[in-house]
């Protein structure tokens, strides 16, 4: 079987399913919505079959035409050219199933969950899916960086469109800029580092990069420079410190978007980046150093905003750039199984999580915990299913993440600096606890509010999706080893040494478990503590609702500097460079005004300057000048 | 009489005709005023060529009442379709290429 050929299906049948329903059937949502779901379904199931056949993947499937020529000699391209192609291995083969899966899952969900849109809106969205699904596909199987650079923007555009998706909705509109411009910010560091790049090394082919990561290394300070800036876009990608402030706000956006993206898409992009040039990234252990640093205190970081968050769904957030950090820890601390297999357990728990709570709110119309309660009992499938997912988040054994995460720990606690494992150890015991709160005050307890009282299961597309991701946030984690022998070519020189092995379980779960049941206790049994400690730590309290100020941080930068400096541009264009140009027209006028006035248009006047010069020159030519 | 006396003649005949041009309101006055200067030009020529004892001064004097008379029906005809079509021959009322 030609796998490059079903990569390639998997690859453009989304797209021929966008440009079908953009351009033929958008006003029929039903029909729009089924062509896109058969065509996510075909590049599911060309990702399965390329994952049954992965042993003959042993040798990368590299596909590429030459798509900007430089250095053309008699008709053939120089080794400077860029070429877009395809480069399958076997870690774009596993990131292909994660993408298709949640793809998948998150269309067949909004069947139900978009169910009362009118039909070109329903049409518009799933248009919009497809064209996400493509991008985010395109960008797994890029061959050159830059290709991965154009694929990386259309996967931001489109969680732009999908984000904005109730464009009509202030807020959404904002949320949806808010993204794109946060995300450009770390963009600009990336294209300026592929930019150097290529113009140092002459090199953008990704297969060539990780196979000869010595060019790169032997250019020392210059290289790390590049790899830093290419990181940039990571950070803003995948929601990092300082730029994680977009991710929040997406949830402005329907549900199920925010589960693709929170899950497989948009901030996987930067993970995946990271994890596919990471033979690269390995050779520099300074750029390691900042990841893994950067990547553990945005762990915390968002872990201690997470705690009093009362929108279910902003919790959720928080948790995923929680998350994220992790990934990039554990690819910092010289883990690329760690961080890529993290990667691929949590695409699958965060989008049960969010399809979850997208049922919840379904059920209850409204957002926040405080509304709802008690839907254990009303909604079991809701409940079990979400509850799965947060006891993977939270790291409990036999789940999901509690493999990975095992994973990042021991990855961590190998690398030199202890500093990012206490970090993380410690935001172990934060998931659990706000996970725990999520959990116990929106499915225990008695309902808060009169619509929790009649909530309800959602219906079968929905039921289906959640079962679906479900089963997998249970076995993923067993698939560690496998995917560890996967990836071994590219992680051939990574050792890690599982020395305090066990202790470091026991360590992790003992954290996890505290902060579960803890949060049970306080929530479900005394609620009195949880006010009281508020209270008595009314600042904090603050500090975390404030988001550490980093947003008014943001604002007071636009506000003050960014549009200061605008205005400040616009009084010199106004008023110096605008003022230049009105007064040459302004002197040009007045002469022509001033000059008029011999234009008498009475002939006998030309006729008389005609004489009056003439005898002026004869006076002169007769003085001999 | 003394040849070169002419020239005062051949002045006061362009002083003469350039004040008529200047002065006269009526574009047929000027048109005449512009003879003035024209036989001016042609007595100087008359003159240098009898200076000179060379007969083409003579000859151009011939060219020049031969041209100055078609220059000067065309301007009749201007001034006639002038007349027509403003209902005046007067140079200073018509003046509507004024800045």
Not at chain 1, 170 to 187: H, M, Q, S, V
């Amino acid at each position: 079987m030609d796998l490059g050929l079903l990569a390639f299906i998997a690859w453009w049948a989304p797209f021929f399913s966008f440009l079908i329903i953009g351009v033929f059937i958008r006003k029929y949502g039903k029909l729009s919505a089924a062509l896109s779901i058969i065509a996510i379904s075909i590049s599911l199931i060309s990702s399965i079959v390329i994952l049954l056949n992965i042993r003959a993947l042993e040798n990368p499937v590299l596909k590429d035409i030459v798509w900007l020529p430089f250095g053309t000699k008699k008709g053939l391209a120089g080794p400077e050219s860029i070429f877009f192609g395809l480069f399958l291995d076997n870690l774009s083969a596993i990131m292909l199933f994660i993408v298709a899966l949640v793809a998948f899952a998150v269309q067949v969900y909004s069947i139900g969950y978009m169910g009362e849109e009118t039909p070109p809106s329903l049409g518009r969205y799933y248009a919009y899916h497809s064209l996400f699904a493509f991008s985010m596909i395109g960008l797994t199987f890029s061959k050159s960086i830059l290709q991965m650079f154009v694929f990386w923007e259309l996967v931001g555009v489109c969680s732009y469109l999908l984000i904005g998706f109730y464009y009509y909705k202030p807020e959404a509109a904002r949320a949806a800029l808010k993204a794109f411009w946060i995300t450009k910010l770390g963009d600009v560091g990336f294209i300026t580092g592929i930019l150097i790049l290529y113009f140092k090394f002459g090199n953008l082919d990704i297969f060539k990069l990780i196979n000869d990561p010595a060019i790169l290394k032997s250019a020392g300070g210059v290289a790390s420079v590049i790899l830093m800036l290419i990181f940039c876009g990571a950070i803003g990608k995948s929601a990092q410190f300082p730029l994680h402030i977009w991710l929040p706000d997406v949830m402005e956006g329907p549900t199920p978007v925010s589960a693709l993206i929170h899950a497989a898409t948009m901030v996987a992009a930067g993970v995946y980046m990271v994890s596919r040039l990471f033979p690269v990234f390995r050779e520099f252990p300074d750029v390691m150093w900042i990841i893994t640093i950067l990547g553990a205190f945005t762990a915390f970081l968002a872990a201690t905003m997470a705690l009093v968050q009362e929108d279910i769904k902003r919790v959720l957030a928080y948790s995923t750039i929680s998350q994220l950090g992790y990934m990039m820890a554990a690819l910092g601390a010289g883990s690329l199984v760690a961080g890529f297999f993290h990667l691929f357990t949590h695409a699958y728990f965060k989008a049960l999580l969010f399809l979850g709570a997208g049922a919840a709110i379904h059920a209850v119309h409204s957002n926040s915990i405080w509304d709802m309660g008690g839907l254990f009992k009303k909604a079991p499938i809701t409940a079990i299913t979400f509850g799965i997912a947060t006891l993977a988040l939270a790291g409990i054994p036999p789940f999901a993440g509690f493999f990975s995460k095992e994973e990042i720990l021991v990855a961590t606690y190998s690398y030199a600096n202890k500093i990012p494992f206490y970090l993380l150890l410690i935001t172990v015991f934060l998931t659990a606890f706000y996970m725990g709160r999520a959990y116990t005050v929106a499915f225990f307890g008695n309902p808060r509010s009169e619509n929790a009282k009649h909530a309800h299961d959602p219906d079968l597309s929905m039921k289906f999706s959640l079962v679906l991701l479900a089963i997998f946030s249970v076995f993923a984690g067993f698939y560690a080893g496998k995917i560890s022998h996967l990836l071994e070519y590219l992680t051939a020189h990574e050792a890690i040494e599982h020395h305090g092995g066990l202790n470091l379980t026991v360590l992790s779960l003992s954290f996890a478990l505290i902060g579960l049941l803890s949060s049970y206790y306080i929530y479900a049994r005394a609620p009195q503590v949880a006010d009281n400690t508020r209270e008595r730590f009314s600042f904090v309290y603050t500090m975390l609702q404030r988001r550490y100020y980093i947003d008014d941080l943001f604002e007071w930068i636009y506000r003050r500097i960014i549009l200061g400096l605008s205005a400040f541009a616009g009084w010199w264009d106004r008023h110096i460079v605008d003022g230049l140009v009105n007064w040459v027209i302004y002197t040009t006028a007045r002469l022509g005004r001033s000059l008029r006035v011999i234009q008498t248009g009475i002939v006998q006047d030309y006729l008389f300057y005609i004489a009056l010069g003439s005898i002026v020159l004869l006076v002169l030519i007769l003085r001999g000048f | 009489m003394e040849l070169k006396s002419l020239f005062f003649l051949s002045i006061f005949l362009f002083s003469l005709g350039l004040y008529g041009v200047l002065s006269r309101r009526n574009a047929m006055g000027i048109l005449i005023a512009l003879e003035l200067i024209f036989n001016s030009a042609n007595l100087n020529f008359g003159i240098f060529s009898k200076i000179h004892a060379n007969p083409s001064g003579v000859m151009t004097i011939l060219f020049g009442i031969g041209i100055t008379a078609a220059e000067i029906v065309l301007g009749f005809a201007i001034v006639i379709l002038l007349f027509r079509l403003r209902k005046t021959s007067n140079a200073d009322e018509v003046h509507i290429l004024r800045g």
